[in-house]
């Protein structure tokens, strides 16, 4: 059974830093992407990274030079730094993994599994 387990949501003040964490267990065979995504209320859920099996990256536009996605795969285990916070970071965010190769990294509806999410709150 596969399951998702996020961590590292906080309140912190704009400016500050955390690292969101995704323990991976029972881990999907032919995974080919993992992501994070987030949802603010009243807004559509959106992608904000992804790292495929190869190791390539991507990244929401407003979060470059920011967010840096990254996983161990011996404690499989995906990590997303998060540095300069800003109150518009604010949201609930998920872990996902992913089969599919086509398609873009960033539609939600092509990942088959998700976390339960972690809350981060930027206050200005």
């Known amino acids: 059974q596969v399951r998702l387990v996020e961590s590292g949501g906080d309140s912190v003040a704009s400016g500050g830093s955390l690292r969101l964490s995704c323990a991976v267990s029972?881990?999907?065979?032919?995974?080919?992407?993992m992501g994070w995504f987030r949802q603010a209320p009243g807004k559509m859920r959106e992608g904000v990274a992804a790292?495929?099996?190869?190791?390539?990256?991507y990244y929401l536009d407003s979060v470059k030079g920011r967010f840096t996605i990254s996983q161990d795969n011996a404690k499989n285990t995906l990590y997303l730094q998060m540095n300069g916070l800003r109150p518009e970071d604010t949201a609930m965010y998920y872990c996902?993994?992913?089969?599919?190769?086509?398609?873009?990294?960033?539609?939600?509806?092509?990942?088959?599994?998700w976390g339960q999410g972690t809350q981060v709150t930027v206050s200005s």
């Open positions: 996902a993994t992913r089969k599919l190769r086509i398609g873009s990294w960033s539609d939600f509806n092509l990942y088959n599994y």
């Open positions: 029972g881990f999907p065979h032919s995974t080919y992407y």
């Open positions: 790292i495929n099996s190869d190791g390539y990256t």
